[in-house]
């Protein structure tokens, strides 16, 4: 088997385990498997020696024992892909913390990568809470002004609440720039 068909295995069934999204394998899987190339796959996606047990008992039901050199190997490999800043700042981003897998010299750095990502993740959120609240008080306002009650019981209550309106306004318009101040700092920081 040349190089490329030996990559191009790894790349099928690397893709294969990552589109499974399951702890398990199938038993055409475990049949066919190259334990080296599921150990990529897994070290690639930040798991730790215990996804070997799920592979295990998978496995165990078609008579088959995961190779866990190749495996290990294939993980260790994998894992130089995960532990690395730009995925330490994507997976944040996705609201997502990084499996404690990467090597104790990089984890300091790569944990503050990812908090920055994840306050990235939550700044975001934030925003679009604030743009959806701001879009409600400017359509309250609307409707207040061209003499809808929007259900108060008294048109004293509805112009109290119109009077404040501004003042909910400007506070959540200035938590928007705020909010995109801190956005675009960590994207100008990471790149993007």
Request: net charge positive; glycine share 8%.
């Amino acid at each position: 088997m040349g190089v490329f068909q030996s990559v191009r295995s790894i790349l099928i069934l690397a893709s294969i385990v990552i589109l499974s999204g399951c702890a398990t394998l199938s038993k055409e899987e475990c049949r066919t498997g190259n334990w080296e190339a599921i150990g990529f796959s897994d070290g690639a996606s930040g798991y730790t020696p215990a996804r070997l047990n799920s592979h295990n008992k998978a496995c165990a039901k078609v008579g088959i024992a995961p190779d866990y050199q190749a495996w290990e190997r294939g993980r260790q490999a994998g894992l130089t892909q995960y532990c690395t800043r730009d995925n330490a700042y994507i997976i944040g981003k996705r609201g997502q913390s990084m499996n404690a897998v990467c090597p104790a010299s990089m984890n300091t750095e790569l944990q503050s990568i990812n908090a920055d990502g994840r306050r990235y993740h939550t700044l975001s959120q934030q925003l679009t809470q604030e743009q959806q609240d701001l879009e409600k008080y400017r359509e309250e306002y609307r409707k207040l002004r061209d003499g809808d009650n929007l259900g108060f019981k008294t048109e004293k209550e509805a112009r109290a609440y119109l009077v404040g309106l501004p003042d909910k306004i400007r506070r959540s318009e200035q938590r928007i720039s705020e909010i995109q101040r801190n956005l675009t700092q960590l994207q100008r920081r990471y790149g993007y």
